[in-house]
């Protein structure tokens, strides 16, 4: 069936240095890419997506890249804090059935 | 505070058990999204309704029901609970009824079935 993949797991990080999550997902028709951020014991909170009519989007630290080619698009998170340690989960519309499939999540530790 | 709402909190109850969750959406939301959230399994899209009717369905077990009110409040009835079932449930709103609207999340509902 159609899925998004989401990698690393886990990832663990120096503050300071930059993170970067990968997701692939299968429906080419797919054209909405959100990235959700949910810290321990709370809601995912929406922190950036992306359309397919563009191919970088970027708001302070967070960038996020598609690739609509690859099926391949990508957060990255540059200067690392600690409070930017939580779980990461992306996800991307089945145009088709126009319902939202979620990656797994990406937990992120950013280190002292 | 995202806006949207959920009740309750928690639920603890025993297999073969009914519950229900409630969900208020947000101001001038008309869709509200129902997902499960299991350790293993991540963020599972259930269902979506729009201004009272479904709208997309996803991996819901038919165990599981929900419905819309007029005054777009949503209702998720669980029942012949299993272990299996416990998770957190979020509900999410959206102004509209596509889903590349941006959902807001609620505080979620965390349901342990014994």
């Known amino acids: 069936g159609e899925n998004v993949e989401q990698h690393p797991s886990t990832l663990s990080v120096q503050e300071g240095d930059s993170a970067v999550i990968k997701c692939t997902y299968s429906?080419?028709?797919?054209?909405?890419f959100p990235w959700y951020k949910q810290e321990l014991g709370k809601r995912p909170q929406l922190i950036i997506d992306i359309r397919s009519n563009v191919g970088e989007k970027k708001d302070q630290r967070i960038a996020v890249t598609l690739n609509k080619t690859a099926k391949h698009f990508s957060l990255h998170i540059t200067e690392t804090q600690p409070e930017d340690s939580a779980v990461y989960f992306c996800a991307a519309n089945l145009n088709r059935d126009d319902k939202i499939i979620f990656g797994k999540g990406t937990r992120l530790h950013i280190l002292p | 505070d995202s806006g949207v709402t959920q009740t309750p909190k928690h639920l603890i109850t025993a297999t073969g058990q009914r519950v229900t969750l409630r969900c208020s959406p947000r101001s001038g939301d008309l869709s509200v999204y129902w997902y499960q959230q299991s350790l293993d399994q991540g963020l599972q899209f259930l269902i979506q309704y729009y201004n009272g009717e479904e709208r997309a369905k996803g991996n819901i077990l038919e165990r599981f029901s929900a419905q819309q009110f007029p005054d777009l409040h949503s209702e998720l009835n669980l029942s012949s609970l299993e272990l299996g079932d416990s998770a957190l449930y979020f509900c999410?709103?959206?102004?509209?009824?596509?889903?590349?609207?941006?959902?807001?999340f609620g505080p979620g509902t965390r349901l342990t079935v014994l």
């Open positions: 429906d080419s028709a797919s054209n909405y």
């Open positions: 999410a709103s959206s102004v509209a009824g596509s889903v590349t609207d941006t959902q807001y």
